[in-house]
Structures are given as C-alpha cells and as structure tokens.
C-alpha cells in the first residue's frame, strides 16, 4: 500500500510540474509583453490595450531606451524578455539574421494595405534568396526640405534653391541659406541622391546586394563637383550642427531646414510660415532615406506561452487602419495603412509625407553597419571650408573603406 501511495504521490508531483511547465494556452489568462520607447510607450498601451482586452490578454508595455531594445534583446533573462518589440525596420537583418525575431504571415487582404517598400523594409531574405516578412510596418518617417515662405519661395529647381539659398545667406551676418547637420549622412542623403549616390544596388531577386557599393560610383565621382562649390559658397558646413540648424531656422535665420516629422509640433508652435516639400532634383531625383517603424514578434513569445496571440497582436492588429490612425495621432507620424494614411488632416505631415516620395528604405542588412561611419565622414570632411577635402576624393576613400569593412 504505502508503494503505491507513493507512485500515487510521484505521479502527481510530476504531473503537477508539467503543468506548470506548460505553456499559457489561449482559453487562460496570458500576459503579452511589449518593449516601447519612451515616445511611443502611451500610444502602444493605448492601441494594444484595446485589443487586449477584446481578447483577454493582459498587455504590459516596459519603456526602453530606443537604441537598448535592439541590444539587450541578445542578453535579456528569458523571464523578463519582451514578447514584442517597437523598433526600426533597419534592425531587422540582424535581428533576423541572430534569430531574435521570428517571421510573420499576413492575410492579403491585410497586406494589401500597406506600401510594398514598407513591407520590403521589415523583410530579411532567407538561405534560398526569398524574402521573408519580420515585421508589421505601422509608420513612416523622412525628411523634407522645409522652406520659410517669409524669406524664400518654394524653388521650382535645385539651381533655383541654391540661388535663393546663397541670396539669403549674403543679405545679413548669422543668415544662413540652407541648413542640414554637417557629417549627418541620414540627413544629408537628399543631396547624395541627388547627385546619383546610393548605398547598395539590388541583386536579380530584388534583396539588397552588400558587393554592390555605391558610395564612390562613377556617376557620383562625376557630380562631387557640386559639392565642391556648396562648399566653396558657404552654402553649407561642418560647423553647423543639429541645434544650430534648428535654431537658426526657428530665429528667421535660415531660408530652407531639412528635417523630419518629428519637428512638427516645433514647427506648429514657432509662428512661421512654412512649406514643406522634397528637395528638387538635382542630376538624379534627391530622394530622401525612408524610416519606417514597426512591431516585431521576439522568439521569447513562444517560451511564454503567447506565441499566437503575438502573431496575431502584431500581424493582423497592428496592421489595420484602425489601429494605425490612432497611433499615428498620438506619435505624429504618417501611417503606413493606406486607408490610414488617406485621413491624414494634418496639413504639416501629409507634406512631410508627401516629401518621401520615391525615397529609400535604409538598408536593413547588417552590413549598413560598415556604412554609416565613413560616410558621414565624407559629409564632415568636405564642408570644412578652406579645410576641406575634395568631394571626389572624400566619397572614393569612404567607398574603399566601406568596401573593405564588409569584406
């Protein structure tokens, strides 16, 4: 008898640890945890909060620093790891690449609604070449040329903006013409562009191809004259930074600024008139880099036992236009939900948004990681005034370099 009780007892004991073992199913209560920014923490409680209660998952949003959710996702403890992630479309190689975040399916109902480079940008190919979908595309983010109406018309051309540039810049002491962070590749990337630069080419399935380098190509090399004579002119500096350039712009200072959305509220609150628009073409169409911000699943989902409710949190939820309105009213950023992005009343960030046209996805492979530095490098050294290096020469070292660095 007392053998059998204790087989009785040992087999419950076990059975009892397995159940604990076992993940949350869908009929009990789960909790879904979500790592957010400080800027978006509010917005995704609110969203998420909505769907979470039609469900009955109780969903926790942790406040991160926006650079640390990509980094401590590789060392967090399993017990406290974020089921899913508010971050960048730009980090989704590596994180694709190391097996933090899994892939998504989506109906094509769901998909249809949303810009086919925004869901380019959140895809990683895999062994086979084929793109495979990471993350839910919900904003989108660029630069525009912001012009003061005051002191400058919007330029029809990009000699007309660079003659209305120079005009302001001599009509008094501490003018400038126009204004963009010196060694700021990001910012900066309307003018590569422009003179026919780009970061990768792409391969014959579309994915981009780290062996094709565009910093320094032939087309590039042939234009760098104009930067030459930007420099030459003054029209631009090293010396200017991000404050400077802001601060300028918001005193009158400065005809034309190029930044983003997350200006708009500076810019509603400042008094000035403004227009914002994309930087007129120059040799090729001065495109600016493409931002675009997401939800992904973490591989931790499944651990916790909520694997289903994060696919379909983040990959059906997140990307219907309900969802997408509201967080765009609360961040300030333009949806990237077509029916979403078809409501937009602000006048402000329809321009902003109207300014991305055409742009490009920054690269979400790891090797763009080889690419920042020796750019904006090159961006530095050739706005140093008598200082500077010549364009030519600063845009084929960072080509060589980044070339090397990737190997």
């Known amino acids: 008898m007392k053998k059998q009780v204790a087989k009785l007892v040992a087999g419950l004991t076990v059975a009892a640890l397995a159940a604990l073992s076992m993940p949350t199913t869908s009929g009990a209560a789960a909790t879904l945890r979500i790592w957010a ?26 406040q991160k620093d926006f650079g640390k959710i990509r980094d401590d996702l590789k060392t967090v403890d399993v017990a406290t790891a974020p089921d899913v992630i508010v971050g960048a479309h730009d980090w989704v190689g590596e994180l694709a690449a190391n097996g933090s975040v899994i892939p998504l399916t989506v109906s094509k109902s769901a998909s249809a609604k949303i810009p086919s480079y925004a869901l ?11 793109k495979v979908l990471y993350g839910a595309p919900v904003a989108l983010e660029n630069v525009g040329l912001v012009v003061n109406t005051k002191v400058a018309k919007v330029p029809t051309s990009f000699a007309d903006m660079v003659s209305q540039a120079t005009a302001f810049q001599k009509k008094a002491a501490g003018n400038f013409g126009l204004v963009i962070p010196g060694g700021d590749a990001y910012h900066n990337y309307p003018l590569f562009s422009g003179l026919c630069g780009y970061v990768f080419g ?15 190509n032939a087309k590039l090399l042939a234009n760098a004259g104009d930067v030459d004579s930007w420099n030459k002119s003054g029209l631009l500096s090293s010396k200017v930074d991000y404050g400077i350039a802001k601060n300028a712009f918001l005193a009158g200072k400065a005809a034309f600024w190029v930044t983003g959305p997350w200006e708009k509220d500076t810019l509603d609150k400042s008094g000035l008139k403004v227009k914002i628009v994309q930087m007129p073409k120059n040799k090729c169409d001065s495109v600016p880099f493409l931002g675009v911000q997401g939800f992904m699943v973490t ?28 967080l765009s009213s609360e961040n300030g950023r333009a949806p990237a939900n077509t029916d979403s992005a078809a409501k937009i009343d602000d006048r402000l960030l329809k321009e902003f948004a109207a300014a991305g046209k055409g742009g490009v996805p920054m690269p979400n492979i790891p090797e763009m990681s080889s690419v920042w530095g020796d750019l904006g490098t090159a961006w530095t050294n050739v706005f140093k005034g008598a200082d500077a290096t ?4 600063a845009f084929r070292t960072a080509g060589k370099n980044i070339k090397a660095k990737i190997g």
């Open 120 to 130: 380019d940008a959140f895809s990683y190919a895999n062994a086979k070449g084929n």
């Open 390 to 393: 010549s364009a030519k020469t």
């Open 202 to 216: 792409k391969d014959a399935k579309g994915n981009l191809n780290p062996n094709d380098v565009g910093v320094g």
């Open 299 to 326: 591989k931790f989902a499944k651990s916790h036992g909520v694997e289903s409710q994060a696919r379909d949190l983040v990959g059906s939820y997140m990307l219907s236009a309900g969802a997408q309105t509201q």
């Open 37 to 62: 920014d400080a800027d978006r923490k509010a917005s995704v409680e609110k969203v998420a909060g909505v769907w979470g209660k039609k469900n009955g998952v109780t969903v926790t949003v942790v």
